[in-house]
């Protein structure tokens, strides 16, 4: 088999115009799953059953099956409903761009509510009850003292998690979105030369993922600032 | 001071508290008048602890009755930030807020509960940590100073609420022996400037030259208690001598 390098060179290019729907398709999911993470996350350690049980049926929901059916649902799926056609969101659904970034948020907030309830776990229960005994409320107790150390607990969990989202995001393309995977089917259908092709999308993702890691990495570092003299 | 003059800081009667069926706290009758000093000991589980997180409500009592400078401790959130505000507290494992700076451990109190202003609460945070002999270490985190030096931190950080009444948890077991009597001498400083004091604490020495009173606890009840001369020379019940004989005998 030969191996065609200029064809890399070509369709590099190409599929970076996609690139843009990728990180469309990252940022915007990453911040309403993380909205939606740290909403579920309240309502998980509320102590109210009533809201803390249907939360749980929810997280099990969207990890226990794969993405790629969650797109499909959304997006084939919902729009058979009637009432669903009828409501406030239909402007939103009846887009395949709109589909993604609901199965892309809804899935991922489920992943990142575990992962910041881990945090508020990990937050020394000394430290909470030692501002109670100073008379700070339990909702500021959750602002000024949970949160900052169990967003530094979880960083690393969350990094891995976005890293996750960015390749995921290629799914849309299985909902004739044109991302970057989107591009590259389109190059592979009309080249028939998918090695070539697919190595070069796998770079790009490569890329990104560095550049993620590297973010992160920075983040932590800054943020573990007052502990650099513990092991 | 006559007993009609004391004024009662913290009243407990009858106070029993369970944690599942293993009951911590069986009918503990016990006052602390204004300026009093009183040091709680007892072997471990004895329910010490137990005791004085009851007084700021970190631990609810399940009978009995617990008022704290008039206020009756019952479920009402509005009581309990009174009494918190009022009840600093230090800690065995002092606590401190690790992402903040020691300054900041100190201001930020006041900032959310009294929301005095900054420049204010600045400048008594920095007379407090004069007070605790560690003014230079404002800026540093808590990870950078020694056991002591945190100690002595969460001490100033209690003191910024301006308590009516402390309450330490064994301050002095989680350190090195070298850096108990910084601690205690921070301690001594604040029981003769008049604070009210509840120390659980098995330092005897400390207990014999600062409490009013002593109170021995075994199994979750008092089983002695009485000024200092008289509970360590004269001691009555079986179990506070042999508690003695065995923590003076090393």
Known sequence: ??????????????????????????????????????????????????????????????????????????????PQLEFVRDSIFWPILKEPFGCAIVALSLNTGAYLSEIFRGGVLGVDRGLTEAAAALGISVRQRFIYITSPIAIRLCLPAY?????????????????????MMGIARTIVAETYAP????????????????????????????????????? | MSKADRQLMIELENVDKFFGSFQALKGVNLTVGKGEKVVVCGPSGSGKSTLIRCINRLEQHNNGKIVVNGHELTGAVKDIDAVRREVGMVFQSFNLFPHLTVIDNLMLAPKLVRKTPKAENRKKAMRLLERVKIPEQADKWPSQLSGGQQQRVAIARALCMNPEIILFDEPTSALDPEMISEVLDVMIDLAREG???????????????????????????????????TFFDNPKNDRTKLFLKQILSH
């Open chain 1, 1 to 78: 088999m030969s191996f065609d390098f200029e064809l890399i060179l070509d369709s590099i290019p190409k599929m970076l115009v996609g690139i843009g729907l990728t990180f469309e398709l990252l940022f915007l999911s990453l911040a309403l799953g993380t909205a939606l993470g740290i909403f579920l996350l309240i309502l998980r350690i509320s102590g109210r059953w009533y809201l803390a049980a249907p939360t749980m049926v929810y997280i099990y929901i969207f990890r226990g099956t794969p993405i790629l059916v969650q797109i499909f649902i959304i997006y084939y799926g919902l």
């Open chain 1, 159 to 179: 990094s891995n998690d976005v890293v996750s989202l960015m390749k995921s995001t290629a799914l849309a393309s299985t909902i004739t979105l044109l991302d």
């Open chain 1, 195 to 231: 090695y070539e092709v697919f190595i070069s999308v796998m770079v790009i993702y490569l890329v990104i993922t560095w550049a993620i890691q590297r973010t992160f990495a920075w983040i932590e570092k800054r943020m573990s600032r007052h502990v650099r003299r513990e092991a």
């Open chain 2, 195 to 229: 604070m009210t004091m509840i120390c659980v604490s098995h330092e005897m020495g400390f207990a014999r030259s600062v409490a009013d009173n002593v109170v021995f606890m075994d199994e979750g009840e008092i089983v002695e208690s009485g000024p200092p001369g």
